[in-house]
């Protein structure tokens, strides 16, 4: 079979991407401690664009100086981030072809200070976040929309809003971390309403051209959180307001831990494991309209890929770990060799990022023989 499809062109909003593979959103842990752009984090973004890919998803920038993990997640919460990205994105489009998103995001009850939609002890270290006033809220709202205008400045060609695996839109959005009795609150349209108006606000910034795609909870895989019936209404509201894109996705490292479910990074060992978000996609697809739906979780082979395309089951498929393995994955597709990826979901690229920017043991292993031989 050839990969015609994959390697076919196709529309996220006015916004035409070469292929129909995604880099999907990665915390790599690479830029200054303040969060300006590095050297380093040009370097392993170039290298993914050289690689062949088609759209590239930045990881987690936060859109608050409070919303962040750690040291070294990249910010645009002031202006004084636009030149330094601005650089960054240059260098994308002046190596490659490959379009570029950020993901906005805000850490939430994750984050070095935890703050949530309600104080529901995060389980993962017992730390009790500060539940948000009303004008909390609505200062988070404007600091979304403010960080859309600077990516859009800074010359992105669109944005992902990060509301999925336990992030605060996110816990806005589940029952099983918002407890609020206000209008950010109860009813499925309440826990929404920020999401919703983070979008209004950003195109009221800067026009319906530039695409806003989503990085969605689907389902929390736990009886008090998010049903996948419920992820598909909530994608349809969004699908209605103009969203051009929705990445389904599901589970939390929290969820992870407290219930001992594989979401949301399974280990793919086999192909049973492969596409596990394939479910989520196939319930969202008739309902995108002129939406894009990406398929995410354990993409492994380009033969399955290209018959998920083919069929029409999805539009675009996202990979992270294979690409921070092998970062020119897709011209190794392209050009004919059709062997799965070498990333083997051990997920040390995950545990990297603790402690320095993001490595794969697998990639370390192979140049050091290649060194060696």
């Not at 070469?18 to 300006?36: F, Q």
């Not at 002031?78 to 379009?99: N, P």
């Not at 336990?166 to 109860?186: A, H, I, M, Q, V």
């Not at 995108?288 to 492994?300: A, E, F, P, Q, T």
Request: glycine letters at 8%; proline letters at 5%.
């Amino acid at each position: 079979m050839e990969l015609k499809t994959l390697f076919s062109p196709e529309k996220i909003g006015n916004v035409e991407i070469k292929n129909r593979i995604v880099r999907s959103a990665t915390y790599t842990h690479s830029a200054t401690n303040d969060g300006y752009v590095t050297d380093e984090m040009i370097k392993f973004h170039t290298d993914l664009a050289n690689g062949g890919i088609g759209l590239m998803i930045t990881g987690i920038t936060t859109v608050d100086k409070i919303g962040t993990i750690s040291p070294g997640q990249a910010c645009l919460y002031d202006d004084s981030y636009i030149e330094g990205q601005k650089k960054f994105v240059d260098a994308i489009h002046e190596c490659s072809d490959a379009k570029i998103a950020p993901q906005l995001s805000h850490s939430g009850r994750q984050g070095l200070t935890p703050i949530a939609p309600s104080a529901i002890t995060f389980k993962e270290d017992d730390r009790m976040p500060k539940e948000l006033t009303n004008e909390e809220v609505k200062e988070v709202i404007t600091n979304f929309i403010n960080a859309g205008r600077r990516a859009y400045e800074s010359g992105y060609d669109m944005i992902q809003l990060n509301s999925g695996h336990g992030w605060l839109l996110c816990n806005f959005l589940s029952p099983f971390t918002n407890k609020r009795t206000d209008e950010y609150g109860g009813s499925m349209p309440n826990r929404m309403r920020m999401l919703v108006e983070i979008y209004n606000g950003i195109v009221d910034e800067v026009g319906k051209s530039f695409p806003i795609i989503v990085k969605l909870q689907t389902q929390d895989f736990i009886e008090e959180g998010i049903s996948l019936d419920e992820g598909k209404s909530i994608a349809k509201t969004l699908v209605d307001l103009g969203f051009a894109a929705i990445e389904p996705s599901g589970g939390s490292g929290e969820i992870s831990r407290l219930y001992k479910i594989r979401y949301p990074s399974i280990k793919v060992q086999s192909q049973d494991d492969e596409n596990y978000f394939l479910p989520a996609v196939k319930k969202l697809k008739p309902i995108m309209k002129d939406s894009k739906i990406i398929l995410m979780g354990g993409v492994r082979n380009p033969l399955t890929a290209e018959k998920l395309l083919q069929e029409n089951t999805t539009d675009f498929i996202a990979m992270s770990r294979p690409l921070i393995c092998e970062p020119d994955l897709p011209n190794r597709w392209k050009d004919g060799d059709l062997s799965p990826p070498l990333c083997n979901s051990c997920n040390s690229c995950y545990f990297s990022t603790r402690s320095g920017i993001v490595a794969c043991t697998v990639k370390e292993k192979l140049l050091k023989e290649k060194l060696n031989s």
